[in-house]
Every structure is written in C-alpha cells, then in structure tokens.
C-alpha cells in the first residue's frame, strides 16, 4: 500500500474517531491545505492533516505487529496463548506460524489444526526459539570478547 494510501486511510479513521460529519471534515481539508478532497492532496499536506486531526484529539492506534492471533476455544487456548508468546518475543507474525502448520501438516491455518498437531507445532516452535536464543547469546558474547581486546595502536 502506498504512502498516500496510508496517509487517507488514517485520516478516514481520525474523521470516524472524531465523529465528524463531512461538511466539517471537508472545512479541516481547507482549512489545513485549501483542498476539499484527499484526493487531490499531496503527501506533505495528507501529512499535515494528520497533524491537525491529531491536535485535535485523533490517537492513531499502533497496527498489530505480529498479526490477528487465531481464535480457538477449551483446551487449546492455552497453547495458542503459548504459540503467541514465543511469536511476540522471536518478533515473528503469525503467519510464521501458518506457514510452519502448512509445511509440517499440509494445513493452512493453525485453527484448523487437531490437538495433537497444535502441540507438535508448539513444540517446533519452541525448538526454533531455543536455537535463536543460542545464536543471539553466542552473537552477544562474540561482540564482547571483540570490546574486551584492545585495539593495536
């Protein structure tokens, strides 16, 4: 999605959470860069109704960074809560996770995978999350043996 896309998306949502109609909407565009429609706007002025929105009481929300986590019900919530912290503290998105469900078990998403399956799922990903902490922890190591080595003058 381009920049310009963005920028009218986000202000279509700040004219929502500010429950402007539109000829009030349509007075902000003037008044901030003298064009009625965000069509014709440039990104600097897309950019500058943003602001103004944002003065005005807009709160933009921060997107999901690691996606939409799949809804399951009982016993396997607790899993998929498990699948969801180790997704979070590797930085990866969820459909990391589809993607694994689909090269392991031939299923597309994790919701549609039997009991079993989600455990043996978990059980790789936390395989994953240990071999990446052991190459972060040697990486870490690497970089202070180089600080701790004087340089040769």
């Known amino acids: 999605m381009s920049t310009k896309k963005i920028l009218m998306a986000k202000i279509h949502i700040a004219k929502k959470d500010l429950h402007l109609d539109d000829d009030t909407y349509r007075d902000v565009l003037w008044r901030v860069t003298g064009k009625r429609s965000c069509k014709d706007m440039t990104i600097a002025q897309l950019q500058d109704v943003v602001k103004d929105m944002e003065k005005s009481g807009f709160k933009p929300k921060a997107a999901p960074k690691h996606g939409k986590k799949p809804s399951v019900v009982g016993k396997r919530e607790p899993l998929m809560g498990k699948i969801h912290a180790m997704l979070t503290d590797m930085g990866l998105h969820w459909n990391y996770a589809h993607g694994m469900a689909d090269k392991m078990f031939g299923i597309k998403r994790l919701q549609w995978l039997n009991d079993s399956q989600l455990y043996k799922l978990t059980q790789a ?29």
């Open 125 to 153: 990903l936390s395989v994953h999350q240990q071999r990446e902490a052991k190459k972060a922890a040697k990486k870490a190591a690497s970089n202070e043996r180089k600080k701790a080595v004087p340089e040769p003058k």
